[in-house]
Structure formats: C-alpha cells, structure tokens
C-alpha cells in the first residue's frame, strides 16, 4: 500500500504561482512513477503532469506546458506540482497519484494509489 496527501492548495490570484507538495508512505516511492491530475467542477479528471520513478523523464499536459513542473525527491518521499502564472481556468481539485509503471501515464487507470486531493482556485 501507499498512502498519499497532497498539500499546498489555496486561493491565488490570476498570475501567482503555487507549489503543491504529495507526500508517500507505505511502499517502496522511489520504484513508482508519479503523477498530478486535476478535475474542475462538471468536468472530467484530466491529466496534468507525470515524472518517471526516477526523476529524469516529465510529461505535461500541454495546456500546462512551460508554466508548471514536476518534480520528487525520493530521499524524501515527495513529489511537487510546481504551478506559475496560474489562470483562472487552472481551478480544480488537484490529485497526486502512483503508478507501477513508467508507461501510460497520461491516463487514470495506469495508477493503482491516489490522493484525497487539494483545492486550487484562481481568482481573475
């Protein structure tokens, strides 16, 4: 088992920037795969960003592209959800995940744990 909590959500600006931070427990982090998704209200779970188990490969969403990063730290259990210049259409409630795989991850069911999720909303 692992267990995630994200944290690091809040209510910002238009143009701000935030951090997120999901910290595991449980198994083995270093060996999973990472990723961030997002799902605003009415809408679907959407992929946000991905980094493999050891850091070296990212993938993004390319509505997110050159304003977010991932990145981990695995001496440290976390992975971080770095967000600037956020828009308003950024605001959703963001979820970390963990996958076995380093394949696959732009969709749901490549992870097999999740986080309960934290709240971005960006104001205009």
């Known amino acids: 088992q692992v267990q995630l909590v994200e944290s690091g959500g809040g209510l910002v600006q238009a143009g701000d920037s935030l951090r997120l931070s999901c910290a595991a427990s449980?198994?083995?982090?270093?060996?999973?795969?990472m990723g961030w998704f997002r799902q605003a209200p009415g809408k679907e779970r959407e992929f946000v960003a991905a980094?493999?188990?050891?850091?070296?490969?990212?993938y993004y969403t390319d509505s997110v592209k050159g304003r977010f990063t991932v990145s981990r730290d695995n001496a440290k259990n976390t992975v971080y959800l770095q967000m600037n210049s956020l828009k308003p259409e950024d605001t959703a409630v963001y979820y970390c995940?963990?996958?076995?795989?380093?394949?696959?991850?732009?969709?749901?069911?490549?992870?097999?744990?999740w986080g309960q999720g934290t709240q971005v909303t960006v104001s205009s």
């Open positions: 995940a963990a996958a076995p795989k380093n394949y696959g991850l732009e969709y749901s069911p490549s992870y097999d744990y």
């Open positions: 449980g198994r083995t982090f270093s060996s999973y795969a």
């Open positions: 980094i493999n188990w050891s850091g070296r490969y990212t």
